[in-house]
């Protein structure tokens, strides 16, 4: 009797773990699309080219490059993990890898809301190769009332906006004001192909990215300008974001992932622990020798698992840790999965 008891409640449990994973997830796992730059590209950059295919990319993880521009995972990863899925396959893989269940990743590196000098596909053309994809029957109604966005972008933008008015800041403010709104029309047409979550990414800490930061000052100071001119597209970007979930006929959850401020707060973290830490200066990149904003293998750190940016725009492994530790808790508020 004693075994048949431990039996049934042992049924009992596995039950009501069923019912609870069937409530959240009512047709199975999850679908990650993936949309955006290099802070959620995770393969998508050309083989044959400089960049996160080459190596030091991906020594912290998997120890080899693996197209992501960080020396091991990046936004999109933590993401997937969030949901219980393995990364999605990158769209300029699908055909080698034959698994697109997880969804798939269009994010392209260099990428930005308007197009770039620096990439072919922006994030129009990405939501025009999801749309081909629906038309031609990859993913059914049903995948989609499942589905996940993850947007993250803009950052690219500024930098080709700053390079073109040689450092000036006239015409920004129309400048910006343009860009969130057509962000939140890119937004709008991923809600109206079906996707019934959207998790749209602020802007970082662009003033303490490393490239942001002159020299000279040891990477002491980050340049507040910039970070002014980041906190104003994020204000507006919520503010347009809002809208899109009071509009009618919108089905869609809008979900900001404040980046901005996860940075902030992963910043002082590890300025707070550097006592503990190879790094003392979180602002201080891994890579030392940089070409086309590209890492040189000869100028990575010894133990680049244990700075915060891994080369002049992007977090190593370590930093996006720390960021995600600081994203989960709103993920868990606001996404509800």
């Known amino acids: 009797m004693e075994g048949k008891g431990i039996f049934l409640v042992v049924l009992l449990l596995f039950s009501l773990v069923a019912i ?3 409530q959240i997830c009512p047709y199975g796992s999850p679908k990650l699309f993936v949309f955006g730059d290099s802070y959620v590209d995770t393969g998508n950059w050309p083989k044959n080219v400089r960049g996160p295919w080459k190596e030091p990319f991906g020594k912290t993880f998997p120890g080899i490059p693996t197209g992501r521009a960080s020396d091991g995972r ?3 990863d933590h993401i997937a993990s969030f949901l219980g899925i393995e990364s999605p396959t990158p769209y300029q893989l699908r055909d080698t890898s034959k698994n697109i269940q997880q969804g798939l990743n269009f994010a392209y590196g260099g990428s930005g809301v308007f197009p770039s000098t620096w990439a072919k596909d922006s994030l129009s053309v990405q ?3 999801f749309e081909q994809l629906l038309d031609e029957n990859e993913y059914s109604q049903r995948d989609l009332d499942n589905s996940v ?3 993250s972008t803009g950052g690219n933008d500024y930098s080709l906006y700053s390079a073109a008015k040689k450092g000036s800041n006239d015409g920004l403010p129309a400048f910006t004001e343009g860009l969130v709104r057509q962000l939140a029309a890119d937004l709008q047409r991923i809600a109206h192909l079906g996707v019934k979550k959207i998790v749209v990414a602020t802007l970082p800490l662009l003033g303490c990215l490393p490239g942001h930061i002159i020299p000279p000052n040891s990477y002491q100071n980050c340049d507040e300008e910039s970070n002014k001119n980041a906190m104003i597209h994020n204000q ?3 503010k347009a974001v809002e809208k899109l979930k009071t509009d009618d006929g919108n089905k869609c959850t ?3 992932l404040d980046l901005y401020n996860a940075m902030v707060s992963a910043i002082d973290q590890f300025r707070q622990n550097a ?7 979180p602002l201080q990149p891994c890579c030392s020798k940089i070409v086309d904003y590209m890492c040189l293998v000869e100028g990575v750190c010894t133990n680049p698992e244990s700075s915060f940016f891994f080369d002049l725009g992007h977090p190593s492994d370590n930093g996006w840790n720390a960021i995600f530790s600081f994203l989960k808790g709103s993920l868990h508020k606001d996404l509800k999965v």
């Open 275 to 281: 006592e503990n830490s190879e790094y003392k200066n």
């Open 20 to 22: 609870s994973t069937a």
């Open 236 to 238: 507006l970007l919520q």
């Open 149 to 151: 966005a993850l947007v």
């Open 74 to 76: 990046v936004l999109t």
């Open 254 to 256: 809008f979900v900001i």
């Open 127 to 129: 939501i025009d190769q």
